[in-house]
């Protein structure tokens, strides 16, 4: 069988005397959309942040496809196939939708020689105008960022992550302040991605309604330690969960 795409193996992480994450394991497997939940302060945002090697873990490893990745910063960690969409959005509101989708792409091709010396647009145009149609944008695709929704931009967001043709992808709250009808539009075009492309994803999200009918497996933190695994439906009935979210705010 081959390696997992992400490979957590007992990653722990203090902030001073708050044991942030504690001990976590976990494997993700090729094509699975994995939530990972918990009440606020339960560790999520410091594991993402020790995963994508913004944080330095205390102790444990990272691997992506059998490759020690630990602390490896975002653009090395690019370069294997790992991409991730903000929390905040990292779309550029002065320009267009097309340019920020090329602009992602370039970012992903080459080195910084040949982007300068090498052909202007190497097809990128032609791949963004494809990430731009997959998600449903094409009617946007000249106008400037900044003027549309805040859950059109997350969509941007998202075709921005995919430029690179990643294998995992995290998102950090992709519902986080999308309105209704866009979080439909939303769960749908990520998970037909994820069904074309057999791309991985782990997710951060509190939006529960969105999670459990998005993922295929959730994971469970409180206090910085995993305490339920399993698919949304053991994940909904499991009088453990319901405790820590009650008892957690
Ligand atoms: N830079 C930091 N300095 C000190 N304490 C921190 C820092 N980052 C996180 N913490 C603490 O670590 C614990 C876990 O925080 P973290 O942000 O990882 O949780 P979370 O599950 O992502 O929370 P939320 O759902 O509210 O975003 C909390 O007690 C938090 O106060």
């Given at each position: 069988?081959?390696?997992?795409?992400?490979?957590v193996?007992?990653i722990?992480?203090?902030?001073?005397?708050?044991?942030?994450?504690?001990?976590?394991?976990?494997?993700?497997?090729?094509?699975?959309?994995?939530?990972?939940?918990?009440?606020?302060?339960?560790?999520?945002?410091?594991?993402?942040?020790?995963?994508?090697?913004?944080?330095?873990?205390?102790a444990?490893?990272?691997?992506?496809?059998?490759?020690?990745?630990?602390?490896?910063?975002?653009?090395?960690?690019?370069?294997?196939?790992?991409?991730?969409?903000?929390?905040?959005?990292?779309?550029?509101?002065?320009?267009?939708?097309?340019?920020?989708?090329?602009?992602?792409?370039?970012?992903?091709?080459?080195?910084?020689?040949?982007?300068?010396?090498?052909?202007?647009?190497?097809?990128?145009?032609?791949?963004?105008?494809?990430?731009?149609?997959?998600?449903?944008?094409?009617?946007?695709?000249?106008?400037?960022?900044?003027?549309l929704?805040?859950?059109?931009?997350?969509?941007?967001?998202?075709?921005?992550?995919?430029?690179?043709?990643?294998?995992?992808?995290?998102?950090?709250?992709?519902?986080?302040?999308?309105?209704?009808?866009?979080?439909?539009?939303?769960?749908?075009?990520?998970?037909?991605?994820n069904a074309?492309?057999?791309?991985?994803?782990?997710?951060i999200?509190?939006?529960?309604?969105?999670?459990?009918?998005?993922?295929?497996?959730?994971?469970?933190?409180?206090?910085?330690?995993?305490?339920?695994?399993?698919?949304?439906?053991?994940?909904?009935?499991?009088?453990?969960?319901?405790?820590?979210?009650?008892?957690?705010?």
């Open positions: 069988m081959s390696a997992p795409v992400l490979s193996r007992n722990s992480r203090s902030f001073g005397g708050i044991r942030a994450v504690r001990d976590v394991s976990f494997d993700v497997q090729k094509g699975e959309i994995l939530g990972l939940i918990g009440p606020n302060g339960s560790g999520k945002s410091t594991l993402f942040n020790c995963i994508l090697g913004q944080l330095p873990p205390d444990g490893r990272v691997e992506v496809n059998g490759k020690t990745v630990t602390g490896m910063r975002a653009s090395s960690l690019n370069r294997l196939g790992v991409g991730r969409t903000f929390q905040q959005l990292s779309v550029f509101p002065q320009m267009t939708v097309l340019d920020n989708i090329i602009l992602a792409g370039q970012e992903h091709h080459g080195t910084m020689a040949s982007r300068l010396f090498g052909p202007s647009d190497a097809g990128l145009t032609e791949a963004a105008d494809q990430m731009i149609a997959f998600f449903r944008l094409t009617h946007l695709r000249d106008t400037i960022a900044g003027s929704s805040f859950g059109q931009q997350k969509l941007v967001d998202a075709a921005m992550a995919f430029m690179a043709g990643p294998s995992l992808v995290l998102l950090d709250e992709p519902a986080g302040g999308v309105n209704l009808t866009m979080l439909g539009s939303l769960k749908e075009r990520l998970t037909a991605y074309e492309h057999g791309t991985t994803f782990v997710v999200e509190h939006n529960m309604e969105f999670v459990m009918s998005l993922c295929t497996r959730i994971i469970v933190l409180a206090e910085g330690a995993i305490i339920a695994e399993g698919t949304p439906e053991d994940i909904r009935s499991n009088q453990t969960v319901i405790d820590a979210y009650l008892g957690g705010g």
